[in-house]
T-cell receptor
């Protein structure tokens, strides 16, 4: 079975541009979460989606948005990119909304803003 | 904000030795998970321990949880060079609606296993 897949793996954008990151969860998993990991730190929670609805949001500006599709894949959108948005963006999938089950992560998308 | 804090920040040992990493957290939790990350790549799930469990084993991994002290430890026995990675603990806790929404990570322990 395929694990969590994210695309693209690397991306370079210019300040002010917009970016879309994509995630496909493990088959059968209905919950997708997004995390931002800045170099040298642990991942920070951005969003959680379950059954196509936003179920949780971290402390990130409105420039960050996301959505989940009927096949449970998800997109993370970031507008008006800043240098500080440079990070590894991780997608996690889990069976249920309740985090009693393991969360499995993709390999991430490395975003560099120049 | 970071709920969990790993200790030490960095650990260097010889191959074959045991490695112990600790994690402390601040609020009550539903469960605690340990992850490994190689060189800025994705997180690999290692083990989940629930709040009503005290110890769990998986291969060379042993995890303990002390909810009274709000702490957990990860022991890797007979370490190998391939164990070199960053290790993170992550906690989840119930929100006001009764459902957990997120994992909260510490800043990690960088483990180096020397051959």
């Amino acid at each position: 079975d395929a694990g969590v897949t994210q695309s693209p793996t690397h991306l370079i954008k210019t300040r002010g541009q917009h970016v879309t990151l994509r995630c496909s969860p493990i088959s059968g998993h209905k919950s997708v979460s997004w995390y931002q990991q800045v170099l040298g730190q642990g991942p920070q929670f951005i969003f959680q989606y379950y059954e196509k609805e936003e179920r949780g949001r971290g402390n990130f500006p409105d420039r960050f948005s996301a959505r989940q599709f009927p096949n449970y894949s998800s997109e993370l959108n970031v507008n008006a990119l800043l240098l500080g948005d440079s990070a590894l963006y991780l997608c996690a999938s889990s069976l249920a909304l309740l985090m009693g089950s393991e969360a499995f992560f993709g390999q991430g998308t490395r975003l560099t803003v120049v | 904000s970071q709920q969990g804090e790993e200790d030490p920040q960095a650990l260097s040992i010889q191959e074959g030795e045991n490695a112990t990493m600790n994690c402390s957290y601040k609020t009550s939790i539903n469960n605690l998970q340990w992850y490994r990350q190689n060189s800025g790549r994705g997180l690999v799930h290692l083990i989940l321990i629930r709040s009503n469990e005290r110890e769990k084993h998986s291969g060379r991994l042993r995890v303990t949880l002390d909810t009274s002290k709000k702490s957990s430890s990860l022991l890797i026995t007979a370490s190998r060079a391939a164990d070199t990675a960053s290790y993170f603990c992550a906690t989840s806790r119930r929100g006001s609606s009764g459902s957990a929404r997120q994992l909260t990570f510490g800043s990690g322990t960088q483990l180096t296993v020397l051959p």
